[in-house]
Nanobody
């Protein structure tokens, strides 16, 4: 069984920083795109940042310049460095990955982390 396990998050003051990590484990053939999503109370889930297997990145306009997504393919890990945090960044953050398990034919499907709360408040 493939699992994505998140760590990081918590309570931070405005202007502070947090780093989220997400580690994939299990019977994994390959990992394609990875990303971070967030969902605030009463709001729809939104894509925060994405990264391809080759390292190309994209960001939501609301976080561009403040957040940085990266990945370590050897460790099967994706990170989200969050700087200059604002109260509006408060949400549950989820990692996501397109993963191919050891089956034929190849098929990539989405897996999700368990989510972690990020609260930005003074």
């Amino acid at each position: 069984q493939v699992q994505l396990v998140q760590s990081g998050g918590g309570l931070v003051q405005p202007g502070g920083s947090l780093r989220l990590s997400c580690v994939a484990s299990g019977s994994i053939r390959s990992i394609n795109d990875m990303g971070w999503y967030r969902q605030a109370p009463g709001k729809q889930r939104e894509l925060v940042a994405g990264i391809t297997s080759g390292g190309s990145t994209n960001y939501a306009d609301s976080v561009r310049g403040r957040f940085t997504i990266s990945r370590d393919n050897a460790k099967k890990t994706v990170y989200l460095q969050m700087n200059s945090l604002k109260p509006e960044d408060t949400a549950v953050y989820y990692c996501n990955a397109g993963i191919v398990v050891w089956t034929t034919p190849w098929f990539s499907k989405d897996y999700w982390g368990q989510g972690t709360q990020v609260t930005v408040s003074s």
